[in-house]
């Protein structure tokens, strides 16, 4: 019985994994695409200016969304009540309808003391993406995992498409085809998923928004709003420095080598995103500690081996991924993926706080991070460029993933095993050789070799929950069907 409720548990998390992979993929792969397609045509300055504003967006949306994407998922996934959903549902949606009014009354005062190219599509992206990141959400708790993935899906698909038919067909500028097609893609996308069932935006009425679901709502969205501000300015303030000392030709570099960086982003969410349901439904059965330090272990040797693919990889095909003009984005990218790893190895521990709905506990390690890294990001760029921005940006990461390690020990202790170390070692060995040796051989032998690692250990790594499983009753351990937080 012990074997059959952990393989369970383990074959869901699989299940969850490859669920979230395949929409990840498939919904941001067209969309990572996009730039590298653009960079033949169009200059870096256009690229820079685009991404810049992009992020300025993307800066505010914590506050534009008071982070109630992260309650709605929260607070109804594990909830059979048919009145609260609603009322969750319809007090969500009424304070987003609140919080876009006021930035309709400053967007008409703006204008008055700032002129801001594309300024009235700058606010109509807001909005689009403000709310269809609290629509995604509740469409992954209310209808299902699958609905969220084909959601998503159909959201990258428009979004390209849009934007190559207004840009290459109606000749329209690059900017405001991309703009423009960002919006359309998520009321596409909306209308798509809502239409058919309409149980998320079709049960809004104003006798469901309720006093007690507004308390809910901000007791939980206002400690993780102070996070992803903190977050935002970790991730954002590189961006504008960069800006700020380089201008739009630098950001361009840069957005380009962010967008191959995030396919370890990309393969990161979608485990977190799995790893969210799983560690929820399992975090109070025992022998988690040892389910839990089991998965981070492999996990870390998978992201590790993703920088070294994606690094080298990127490099060593930088004639056929990317425009001439922007060849140095793939000397960018290894920094660039090492600060993701270490973004994504930190998240994993965040996960434990969101088990217990303690999230006021994350913002030790976060407003600390967010402290250091702006001073820091400041004083590298001004001094080494873009890839001074990307080691501070790398350090903010790693700071941040050693803090939560420590932070986590009493809640849900994580072991580290040889596996972390020796992909620890290896990613330090990859830095120094890819940036100390620049050769085509090199390059390709890095790759071909990692690529295979890669393969392999996913491969071989498809017995670990058989392990875990085996480990477990040795060790004695119960591994029994404890309640879901």
């Known amino acids: 019985m012990i074997k059959n409720m952990s393989t369970d548990r383990n074959r869901q998390l699989v299940k969850d994994v490859v669920i979230y992979g395949i929409g990840n993929i498939g919904s941001k792969f067209l969309t990572m695409l996009l730039f590298p397609l653009l960079s033949f045509y169009i200059a870096r300055e256009e690229i820079g200016y685009y991404d810049i504003s992009l992020e300025a967006i993307l800066f505010l949306l914590p506050l534009t969304t008071l982070q109630m994407r992260e309650s709605t998922f929260r607070l109804l996934i594990d909830t059979t009540d048919e009145s609260y959903r609603k009322s969750i549902l319809s007090t969500t949606l009424f304070i987003e309808t609140v919080i876009f009014a006021v930035i309709l009354v400053l967007a008409a005062i703006l204008p008055f003391f700032f002129t801001i190219r594309y300024f009235p599509l700058i606010i109509l992206s807001i909005y689009a993406y403000s709310f269809y990141e609290i629509y995604i959400q509740a469409v992954r708790s209310v209808y299902s995992s699958t609905q969220f993935v084909v959601a998503n899906i159909i959201c990258s698909f428009f979004s390209v498409s849009f934007v190559l038919v207004l840009y290459f067909v109606f000749k329209r500028d690059i900017i405001e085809a991309l703009f423009a097609g960002n919006i359309l893609s998520r009321i596409t996308a909306m209308l798509i998923i809502e239409l058919p069932r309409r149980k998320v935006v079709g049960v809004f009425s104003i006798r469901y928004v309720k006093k007690q679901s507004l308390k809910e709502i901000f007791s939980y969205s206002i400690p993780m709003l102070w ?17 700020y000392f380089g201008g739009n030709e630098n950001s361009g570099v840069l957005a380009l080598s ?16 799995a790893w969210q349901v799983t560690a929820v439904k399992n975090y109070n059965e025992k022998g988690s500690e040892k389910f839990f330090s089991e998965v981070f272990n492999k996990y870390a040797v998978v992201l590790c081996l993703l920088v070294l693919v994606i690094s080298f990889g990127l490099r060593s095909f930088k004639a056929y991924l990317l425009g001439s003009d922007f060849y140095q984005s793939a000397d960018l990218i290894y920094l660039y993926c090492a600060s993701a790893l270490f973004f994504c ?18 913002l030790y390690s976060i407003i600390s991070c ?43 202790p994580i072991q580290l095993k040889k596996e972390f170390f020796l992909s620890s070692a290896g990613l330090v060995t990859g830095g120094v050789i890819f940036y100390g ?32 499983t085996k480990d477990s009753r040795l060790s004695g351990d119960d591994v029994g069907g404890g309640d879901s937080p």
């Open 227 to 243: 996070t992803a501000v903190s977050f935002a300015v970790i991730t954002s303030s590189g961006k504008f420095i960069v800006n």
């Open 258 to 273: 962010q967008k191959y960086m995030v396919i370890l982003l990309i393969l990161g969410l979608s485990f977190y995103q």
């Open 345 to 362: 190895l930190s998240i994993f521990f965040e996960v434990t706080y969101q088990c217990t709905k303690q999230t006021s506990k994350i």
């Open 370 to 412: 967010a402290i250091i890294t702006l001073p820091l990001t400041i004083i590298l760029t001004k001094y080494f460029g873009m890839l001074g921005n990307l080691t501070a940006l790398t350090i903010a990461y790693s700071y941040l993933f050693v803090f939560r390690y420590f932070q986590t020990k009493s809640t849900l």
């Open 437 to 468: 040796a620049h050769n085509r051989l090199v390059d390709y032998l890095i790759f071909f070799i990692a690529a295979l690692l890669l393969c392999y250990f996913l491969f071989i790594s498809r017995n670990m929950y058989a392990r875990i």
